[in-house]
């Protein structure tokens, strides 16, 4: 596989940036670097210099409703972020960005689309011996305006699902083996919890989001290789209408990043309630 993003293969490298971009940008005025992990830990131990923190829990959720910051909610983020319309985002974190995915998932949803994630992540960046700082940023607010929030592009609910169910479509479950099968309601090695029921929503592919990367720096397969998993080996096409899922839609928004921007899915959309919801709910078909 080339190091060369723009060589992979990608329908749309751009939204895809190296290591070296981010070294080479991180005093660009018109870029914001941000951080965003499964750990809240990692960020006021060391992160990149010059990047923000956007907590997934924190920042990205409704702190009563199970859902996501609304419109004016998103606006305040953003403008205390000191982030514009115009300017690029690039996130990057831990866990082969599983949460950096999200994050920029998130922002699709209010449309900031000049949003890009840094391939290989927080791993990759220490693995290359780069500079890692303490000091929080401080930047001057932004007034950012946003859309309202678009639900319906890349996003599924529970009704959404059922509908593709009966109507036989193509859906994707990211999460282990163990978790398919029901054997498990959350990833091995985590307290087993959060659904009252395990298995797979009917008609799903199993390939785990992990699949898609390079284990050794946690960096994105070639187009090549993405394609051999999900078209030659599970079937998949560029034409269809396809969902992703998992247990709360973090690994699965992974997975939606690589059929959406690095294979060129237009129909793919992620369902965030995942297994948390599906395993809860009452009267939905389920398979083991």
Known sequence: MSQNIEDRGYVHPGKLVSTEWVAEHLDDPEVRIVESNEDPLLYPSSHLPGAVQIDWTVDLNDQLRRDYLDQSGFEDLMSRNGITR???????GDRSNWW??????????FGHDNARVMDGGRKKWELEGRE???????????DYRAPTRDDQSQRAFREDVLVHVEAGKRMVDVRSPEEFSGELLHMPGSPQEGALRGGHIPGANSVPWSRATNPEDGTFLSAAGLRAIYEEEQGLSPEDDVITYCRIGERSSHTWFALKYLLGYDQVRNYDGSWTEWGNLVNVPIER
């Open 86 to 92: 115009d300017m690029t985002v690039v996130f990057y």
């Open 100 to 109: 950096a995915c999200y994050a920029l998932w998130v922002f699709q949803l």
């Open 132 to 142: 890692l700082v303490r000091e929080v940023p401080v930047y001057a607010q932004s």
